[in-house]
């Protein structure tokens, strides 16, 4: 009997590294993701140092299962950026649409920041972002927040898209499939209630889908001190004259940006150019 058990671990033990060979494969991954049963709401990897969970049937999921992660090289490089030209001042960071935590995860393992403020409207995001953060032993050195950033204090309609969880925002978009009332904060209203100095932000990452200038407009206290922010801008989801209008703005309080179709590329931000991705602002 003995002979069958030692057999059968050994079998295991073999179909473990073959398992574990496979998926270091991306194309199997990929191939287990569309085969994956509909009824596995949740997965969680483990990696070299960190663990995340999250929903494989949707388009964050999706990258982290099969690439290993979510714009975490974009995440390395924005604070290697910030390292590099001395833009780094506060302990604490704000993130403006955490979705799940990934980013959350990330910054924090920089070593730069000792806290961070997460605002997050929609509630499948918000399970897993406490999720992650309990995971990570992160919970004490964060401060989640259920709401949506505006220019006013209230509420708002969420558009809600059942494809992409991190896609939902104020702003309908082509994968809207319901909408849900949220709380709609203005981010100076906010931090004064925490009893945040905006001098205690060292960076902003904010990705609200198209709600950036309304965001950007209640956020004079950080802004007027130039603290760097990195952002999703969308020229495209925007039109130009509300394009124009940010620009503006954003050009009376910060000298530099960087898109990251060009990351190596510093311009005034007058110059910044007219179209979709993400964009740098520096002192």
Not at 27 to 47: A, K, N, Q
Not at 210 to 219: H, K, Q
Not at 246 to 252: D, F, G, N, T
Request: glycine share 8%; net charge negative; proline share 5%.
């Amino acid at each position: 009997m003995k002979i069958f058990v030692g057999v059968e671990h050994a079998f295991h033990r073999l179909r473990s590294r073959v398992y574990a060979r496979l998926n270091r494969n991306k194309r199997y991954r990929r191939e287990t993701l569309r085969r994956l049963d509909p009824d596995i709401l949740w997965m969680t990897r483990v990696f070299s140092d960190h663990m995340v969970t999250f929903s494989p049937h949707e388009v964050v999921g999706k990258s982290i299962y099969r690439d290993g992660g979510f714009q975490r090289g974009l995440t390395d490089r924005v604070v290697k950026i910030l390292e590099d030209h001395g833009q780094i001042g506060g302990p604490t960071v704000l993130e403006i649409g955490a979705n799940i935590g990934t980013q959350t995860i990330y910054l924090m393992l920089s070593g730069h920041f000792d806290r961070i403020i997460c605002l997050e409207p929609d509630e499948r995001n918000l399970r897993l972002l406490r999720r992650n953060l309990a995971d990570n032993d992160l919970s004490e050195r964060a401060i989640v927040i259920p709401v949506a950033a505006g220019d006013r204090d209230g509420e708002a309609t969420f558009h809600v898209d059942d494809i992409n969880h991190g896609r939902g925002g104020l702003m309908p978009t082509d994968g809207t499939v319901r909408t849900v009332t949220v709380a709609l904060r203005r981010v100076d209203s906010l931090l004064s209630e925490l009893r945040v100095n905006p001098s205690e932000i060292g960076f902003v990452w904010m990705d609200i889908e198209g709600a950036e200038y309304e965001a950007l407009t209640a956020m004079e206290p950080l802004t007027s001190l130039g603290i760097p922010i990195l952002m999703e801008y969308s020229p495209s989801f925007m039109g130009p004259e509300k394009t124009d209008r940010m620009i503006e703005h954003l050009a009376a309080r910060y000298a530099r940006s960087i898109h990251f179709s060009q990351p190596d590329t510093i311009v005034p931000l007058s110059d910044l150019p007219r179209k979709d991705g993400d964009v740098l602002l520096l002192r």
